[in-house]
Structure formats: structure tokens, C-alpha cells
């Protein structure tokens, strides 16, 4: 399996994992909205049937009164005919107006059942027959007859309309009670309801939250795995740079030591010298490999300055004169790779070139180098003290290896190579672009 | 001096035998892993040692180097493509004569043994 497929597996992975836990978070707001909105509902429904319950009993207690009352007012209408006390005369008005509030109290109740409220119609009608006769032996005795009202009673009218009262109240309140009943049992349903739905949904919000940590859990894994992925990876990717790194270098040694025991073994002087000028340019891009690999930390960068220094050092020291004096002005200017190389092969070409003819052995000699950045370009000079360059000399002549070499290098940094001859010595001057990336 | 050459390329280790002859030492003996390498240097008593870090049957110059210096008291000089400060530092304790990164030069191989006869 390749990177990109690890990658690719542990991306859907992640993604897989976002999604179930995006959906089971959508889940759960609307299963909490459903079920507040059950609650709700149910919370209502239970309330209503409380209501009616509330209602019936209301109807029956209203019914049990108006017989009551009407009782009260036989009662009273009896003690008045026996002793005319006026107290019996109050106590029957109250009562008479009590039976009349609360048979149109029941009445009123009654207005939602079609049936009943004929009932109630009935007991009405009866209540006020009542009454009235009760009114009329009232008013009979208060005219002194009192033997007519003694009659009236005797004529059992006022019983009988007693007796169908009775009945009256007896269906009316045998209705209500089967009503009560009936509305008892939906409330107590609708209780039980409530509550195996709260159980319900307690048990769903446990279960949610237990899946969504778990899948907190899962997703931490995933993310944990695909670290411990990269990390395995970047170690990879390290130890084969490294091996790399060594191998690239481990080459350039094979090619250095076979061209160093060539020169070696050649009888000819001019051969010998062109093969150190090679070894000496293999040697010089294996410094430049050194300096962007050698550190693990920081692949990458070149640093021309401090190269263009240490390079002119040694490669002055490797003169083995002690009259030449070499002086530096280098900025420290961070190259890419792409850079580098080229560069580094120019640097090594034009000092060679500076100690091979700028440096005449009779005479001590002074060696400048300087590399600075100037606007936008860079700019290499390296200035000699020697006879400088002969008259004709161009760059277009192209008449040395070394030469068309710095040439075209200094071409493939995008710049230009320059030669003018000072009062003592000559300069060769390399600008090119700063690096765009 | 007398130095034992341990590396396991052959043109490289022929390389540096005849740059520290023209320097003026005696090669005493060469190998390309650790084990000849260290049965040589019982044998021959080098001066020194020029060690390349990643040896043939993959075998550590590391570990060699360590082997000689606490076994027969012979330094070493490092030569290699891949010279990390923590080998750096992991050497400290057996003093090591240098690190020389590949490609090598004759003058930095010089600079390095005039240090170590000094």
C-alpha cells in the first residue's frame, strides 16, 4: 500500500466517522424536539381528562344539591304550616332559592351532552313545579286558609312531583357517574402513558449518549491511528533521505578516488592537472551537497556566503604560498537548491582561475572575493592582482574549458559573466536574479 | 604512523592508502567490516585507524571504532557519507582524531593526521 492510499483511507475513515457522529447529533435534537412535543401533548390530553373528571363530579355534587335544597324546602314549607313561625318561612326561601341556583347551575353544566341537558331541562321544570306548590301552600296558610293548604299537601301532588324528581336525579346522576367513571380510567391511562414515555425516552437519551461516546472514542482512535500513520511515514521518508543522502555521497567519493588515482598514475603533466582541476570540481559540489543535506534538521538551504568563503580558504591554503592574502566581503545569502550547485562550480572556476593566473608566483598577491546582493541580483567578484586579462580577451572567444563553463552557468542562473581589467589585476564579475521561488 | 584502513569500497579504500602513503604514513593493514577490521588491528597494532561509519556485512564502524579504543587504545578518524551530530556527540567519549565527510580531500586528510601525531 503507497502513501496516498494510506492517506486516502485514513482521510475517508475520519470522514466516515464525522458524518455518523454529524448524523447521530441530528438524531438526537429531533428526538428531543418529538418527544417534548409526545410530552407536551400527552401533558395536555392528561389535563383535559382531569378537567372532565373535575366536571362530572361538579354536575353530580350540583345534582345531589338540588335534592338537598328541595328536601331543606319540604321541610320548612311543613314546620310553617304546623307553626307558622316566620324562622320556617326564611329557612324556605333560602332553600327555594338554592334549589333554583343550582338546578341552572346543572343546567349550565350540562350544555355539552345534548342528552343530559334535556335531563337537566326535566329536573328543572319538576324543581319549579315543586316549588310552586310549595309557594302555594305558603301563600294559602298566609290567607288564613289553612286547611287548603293542609289539602294541597294531602293531595299527594307535591309527592308525586317528589317522586319524579327522585327519578329524575336517579338517571341524570346514574349517566354522570358511568360518565365519571368512564373519564377516571382515561385519565388514569393517559397517566400511565406519561410516564412509560418518559421512561422510553429516558432510555433513548441514555442510549444516544452512550453512542455518541463512543463514537467520540472511535473517532479519537482514527485520528490517533492516522498520527501514528504520519509519524511512520515522516520516519520513513527521513531514513531514506539520509540513505540517500549517503549513497549520493558515497558516490561522489568513487568518482573523486578513481579521478584522484588517475592523475596519480598519468606520466603527463598537462593530463595530471586536468584531472585535478576535475577532482577538484567533484570535490567542490560534494561541499555544496554537504551543506543542503548534512544538516538533518534543515533540508534545503544554501548558505553562499559561508560557502564562498570556506571555499576560497582552502582552496588558497591548497596553494601552499603563504604570500597570497585572501580577502572576503560575503553577506550571508540564502540560496535554493536549484541555485547552489551552478553557483558553487562558478565560485570554484573563477578562484581556481584567480590563483592560477591572477597570482603570479614571483610576487605576493591579493585575492578578493565578494558576494552581495545588490537590488534585485546577486553579485560574485573576484578580483586579482595579476598582469589581467590580454587585450583581445573575450568571453565570446571561449577559448578555455573553465571560462565557457562559468559562462554557461552563470546563463543557467538567468545572469551574466563580466571581465574588466583594474590598474593591477582583473576583476570577474557574475550578477544574476535573486531566486523567485 | 601506522594506520589500519577500515572500508568497505574498494576504490575508495585504495584511494586512501595511497594518499596516506604520499602523505608519508605506512597503511598497516585494511578491511571493509568490523570483524576483520578488529582481528587486524590485534594483529598489526595501528597508531590509528581511518574508519568509514557504514561497513560491509553490514557491519557498524561505530562500534569498531569503540572496540579499538577501549581494547587496544587506537583512535580513530571518521570517514563518511553520513556524519550526524548525534554520532558526533554518541563518539565524544573515545576521542575520536575527526570527522572527514565524503568526498574526501588530500588536504583535509592531511590537516586531520597532523592533528592526531601532534
Known amino acids: 500500500m503507497d502513501e496516498g492510499e494510506v492517506e486516502g483511507l485514513r482521510g475517508r475513515d475520519r470522514q466516515a466517522a464525522r458524518e455518523r457522529a454529524f448524523r447521530l447529533l441530528a438524531a438526537t435534537v429531533a428526538a428531543l424536539f418529538g418527544a417534548f412535543a409526545i410530552l407536551g401533548g400527552l401533558l395536555v390530553w392528561y389535563d383535559n381528562a382531569t378537567g372532565m373528571v373535575l366536571h362530572t ?4 355534587e350540583g345534582i345531589s344539591d ?24 326564611g329557612q324556605l326561601n333560602d332553600a327555594d332559592q338554592r334549589a333554583r341556583r343550582r338546578v341552572t347551575e346543572v343546567e349550565f353544566l350540562t350544555r ?111 485520528e490517533a491511528e492516522t498520527a501514528e500513520r504520519l509519524r511512520g511515514l515522516l520516519q520513513q521518508r527521513t531514513l531514506l533521505l539520509a ?23 598519468t606520466d603527463d603533466p598537462v593530463v595530471a592537472s586536468a584531472l585535478d582541476k576535475t577532482l577538484g570540481r567533484i570535490v567542490a559540489v560534494g561541499r555544496v551537497h554537504e551543506q543542503i543535506y548534512g544538516n538533518a534538521g534543515k533540508v534545503g538551504d544554501f548558505d553562499a556566503g559561508s560557502y564562498a568563503a570556506g571555499l576560497a580558504r582552502e582552496l588558497v591554503d591548497s596553494m601552499g604560498r603563504e604570500d597570497i592574502t585572501l580577502e572576503t566581503d560575503v553577506e550571508p545569502l540564502v540560496l535554493d537548491m536549484a541555485q547552489a550547485a551552478p553557483l558553487a562550480l562558478i565560485m570554484n572556476e573563477l578562484i581556481t582561475n584567480a590563483l592560477k593566473y591572477g597570482c603570479p608566483p614571483d610576487r605576493p598577491c591579493r585575492l578578493r572575493i565578494s558576494l552581495r546582493t545588490v537590488g534585485d541580483h546577486h553579485r560574485l567578484s573576484i578580483s586579482d592582482e595579476g598582469d ?38 582583473a576583476t570577474f564579475l557574475v550578477e544574476f536574479p535573486r531566486s523567485v521561488a | 604512523m601506522r594506520i589500519l ?114
Not at chain 1, 586579462?389 to 573575450?394: L, M, N
Not at chain 2, 596516506?20 to 578491511?31: N, R, S
Not at chain 2, 579504543?69 to 580513530?76: A, E, F, P, Q, T
Not at chain 2, 575520536?96 to 574526501?104: H, N, Q, V, Y
Open chain 1, 243 to 265: 540513505e540517500v543522502n549517503h549513497r549520493v555521497k558515497n558516490s561522489l567519493q568513487q568518482i573523486a578516488s578513481v579521478v584522484r588515482m588517475q592523475s596519480r598514475t
Open chain 1, 57 to 60: 363530579r361538579e354536575v353530580r
Open chain 1, 388 to 425: 589581467g586579462v590580454p587585450a583581445g580577451f573575450s568571453m565570446a572567444s571561449k577559448t578555455s574549458l573553465g571560462m565557457r563553463v562559468v559562462d554557461a552557468l552563470s546563463r543557467q542562473l538567468g545572469g551574466s559573466l563580466s571581465v574588466e581589467n583594474n590598474a593591477v589585476g
Open chain 2, 5 to 118: 584502513i577500515v572500508e568497505d569500497d574498494a576504490l575508495i579504500a585504495l584511494d586512501i592508502a595511497w594518499l596516506l602513503q604520499d602523505l608519508g604514513h605506512e597503511v598497516c593493514a585494511e578491511a571493509a567490516d568490523a570483524f576483520t577490521g578488529l582481528e587486524a588491528a590485534e594483529q598489526t597494532k595501528p597508531d590509528m585507524a581511518v574508519i568509514d561509519i557504514r561497513l560491509a556485512r553490514n557491519t557498524d564502524g561505530g562500534k569498531l571504532a569503540r572496540t579499538l579504543y577501549c581494547r587496544l587504545g587506537v583512535r580513530s578518524l571518521f570517514v563518511s557519507g553520513s556524519i550526524t551530530e548525534a554520532f558526533r556527540k554518541d563518539m565524544a567519549a573515545i576521542e575520536p582524531l575527526g570527522f572527514l565527510a565524503k568526498p574526501i580531500s588530500r588536504r583535509h586528510l592531511d590537516e586531520a593526521l597532523r592533528g592526531a601525531a601532534a
Open chain 1, 66 to 89: 338540588v335534592h338537598q335544597a328541595l328536601s331543606e324546602a319540604e321541610a320548612a314549607h311543613r314546620l310553617y304550616l304546623l307553626t307558622r313561625t316566620p324562622v320556617a318561612l
Open chain 1, 112 to 222: 355539552d351532552n345534548p342528552s343530559q341537558q334535556r335531563g337537566a331541562q326535566a329536573l328543572s321544570d319538576l324543581t319549579r313545579q315543586r316549588l310552586a306548590l310549595l309557594e302555594r301552600g305558603v301563600g294559602l296558610a298566609h290567607e288564613g286558609r289553612g286547611e287548603d293548604a293542609l289539602a294541597l299537601v294531602r293531595s299527594g301532588q307535591g309527592t308525586a312531583v317528589m317522586r319524579a324528581v327522585r327519578e329524575q336525579i336517579a338517571v341524570l346522576d346514574g349517566v354522570e357517574a358511568h360518565l365519571e367513571a368512564e373519564r377516571r380510567a382515561r385519565a388514569a391511562t393517559l397517566r400511565l402513558v406519561g410516564a412509560l414515555a418518559l421512561l422510553v425516552f429516558a432510555v433513548a437519551l441514555g442510549w444516544l449518549f452512550i453512542k455518541a461516546l463512543r463514537d467520540i472514542n472511535v473517532d479519537r482512535e482514527v
